[in-house]
């Protein structure tokens, strides 16, 4: 069978086209493994966690027996310590048999566990298994979070971290290395338990060792698996454009990654826009996939929209990040900046928080503004007008630009400077998404949006648009601004551009006018 882009459950090398964890996997077994250390792997939802892990573990077999399980479906286990200590029994018993351990040693472990002193009893029986087996024992335990505010668990966590320190004085035998791999962090419940609770426990887990790993893909690793895509299939495609416009959307989140280059495999080769593979995979037939990611519903997108819901203060602090170009310094002590990085929201860029990755962020904009479009006047005038901004198959922007005016100074032209501060860019959004619905895309260029500038890019049937929104500050700062979309357009190999300028002056003089600059074109709005 010929392989093939996975995003559901495992990817397997010999199956799937994936990224060589090789790499990754030896700097865990030199850094951690063989330093004894007991980690937890904890990141968001569909991180590739569970891949990493099964890499790993087929590295670790040669040296080591590696007992892997999971607590995905293990509730019934932590209704007790007892039935906890008889689940985890029957689980690495299997786990023992698959790695061909002696019948003696498994029958002594599969001794029943005492009803009276169930976890004691574990603990015996685990130092008796690392005596008996003359290599070292690795414990690997996925989804572990599934249980991490439940008393019977941290009870069994308090087994491990005694035993773990017995070891080290010489007192015990035990594990060589413990990971234990979910979303939460359970040196951390206080994430873990539900939204308005108060934490219940202190977890035990302090002897953990801090895991730094970057579980990103890198542009160099997204290359590496398309080249691979690329000596099968032979579809032409210039690797490093595309696997550099692939990490400009997903900034490398695995499974964004996975699914991109799978609807375009699957979903956009064969379209009429893109009748064949060299056709599909080229800057315009990865922007349709992003499209189709962007707009699909599916488990990842559904959880993080869930948490808005259940976190109405993260929610807040994402919509002035969005809209009010708001800079919050990164603090991990902070408990929402936590909570956002546990959860996949955002990552550190330059001692701020920013959102992880241009889809999350495209995704949430949509999601905003839909919360907002039916009941905004300037969203029903674009929806009744979008036909007219268009014209074969391309989009008059600077007709946009000067009719968005026209109704933002009819429905808006008497509100204050605050108002134009922190809704000005939202009302352009909402005025321009559906005129582009459904045929082009949009992003925020996340390195300029600040309180002061944002530039749109817009891609629209191959056709790119850049629109810099700014806040009047005086003619001086205006100059600049000009000066910066004029450098923005060389890089982009553009020679037109837009810029909006929402200015609080009671004397502005409002409307359109067209400067060149630089060889390029401006048309500049005052509203």
């Known amino acids: 069978m010929p392989k093939v882009f996975n995003v559901t459950g495992l990817c397997v090398p010999e199956q799937n086209y994936m990224v060589d964890l090789t790499d990754r996997v030896h700097l865990i077994i030199s850094e951690y493994i063989c330093k004894n250390k007991y980690f937890t792997i904890n990141r968001a939802r569909q991180y590739g966690k569970t891949t990493l892990l099964y890499c790993l573990e087929k590295e670790l077999k040669e040296d080591y027996i590696v007992v892997s399980l999971s607590f995905e479906a293990a509730d019934e286990y932590f209704q007790s310590a007892y039935t906890l200590a008889e689940g985890l ?59 991490s505010d439940n008393q019977i668990f941290l009870s069994f966590l308090g087994l491990l971290r005694a035993k773990y320190l017995d070891q080290l004085k010489k007192k015990d035998e035990t594990f060589q290395s413990v990971i234990l791999v979910g979303v939460y962090d359970i040196r951390n419940l206080k994430l873990k338990l539900h939204p308005h609770q108060e934490p219940k426990y202190n977890s035990p887990w302090n002897i953990a060792a801090d895991f730094r790993l970057d579980m990103n893909f890198s542009r160099q690793e997204i290359a590496s698996m398309l080249t691979e895509y690329e000596n099968d299939r032979c579809t ?75 976190y109405p203060e993260l929610k807040r602090m994402l919509r002035e990040m969005l809209f009010s170009g708001s800079l919050f310094p990164f603090d991990r002590d902070n408990h929402l900046t936590q909570l956002g990085v546990t959860l996949g929201f955002f990552k550190e860029e330059k001692g701020y928080i920013v959102i992880q ?21 300037v969203y029903r005038q674009a929806l009744t007008e979008r036909n007219q901004f268009v014209d074969e198959d391309v989009l008059n922007m600077k007709l946009v630009m000067e009719k968005f005016c026209q109704h933002f100074t009819e429905v808006y032209g008497d509100n204050d400077a605050r108002f134009v501060e922190e809704e000005g860019r939202k009302l352009f959004l909402l005025y321009l998404k559906p005129i582009i619905n459904g045929t082009g895309n949009y992003y925020i260029e996340a390195q300029t949006r600040n309180l002061k500038r944002t530039d749109i890019i817009v891609d629209y049937l191959g056709q790119q648009y850049i629109i810099e929104l700014k806040i009047w500050h005086g003619e001086e700062y205006n ?7 004029s450098d923005y357009l060389e890089i982009y190999g553009l020679s037109t551009g837009y810029l909006l300028n929402f200015s609080f002056n009671k004397k502005k003089q409002t409307g359109m006018r067209e400067i060149v600059l630089d060889g390029k074109r401006i048309f500049e709005m005052v509203v």
């Open 236 to 310: 032409e495609m210039d690797i490093s454009h595309i696997s550099h416009l692939i990490y400009e959307y997903t900034s490398g989140y695995p499974y964004l990654v996975s699914k991109i280059c799978q609807l375009t495999e699957e979903q956009i080769t064969g379209t009429k826009l893109f009748p064949d593979r060299k056709r599909a995979w080229s800057r315009e037939g990865i922007s349709a996939a992003e499209m189709l990611l962007r707009k699909e519903s599916n488990s990842l997108f559904d959880d993080l929209m869930k948490k808005l819901a259940d």
């Open 479 to 485: 100059r600049k601004g000009e000066i910066q979309l």
């Open 357 to 377: 990755n241009r889809i999350f962020e495209t995704r949430l904009y949509d999601f905003f503004l839909s919360e907002e479009a039916l009941n905004n006047a």
């Open 89 to 147: 029994t029957l689980d690495i018993a299997d786990c023992l048999r698959l790695q061909g351990v002696s019948e003696d040693i498994i029958e002594a472990w599969c001794r029943p566990v005492s009803e009276r002193f169930p976890m004691r009893d574990l603990g015996k029986k685990i130092t008796e298994l690392c005596r008996s087996c003359e290599k070292g024992i690795i414990l690997m335990i996925d989804e572990v979070d599934k249980s």
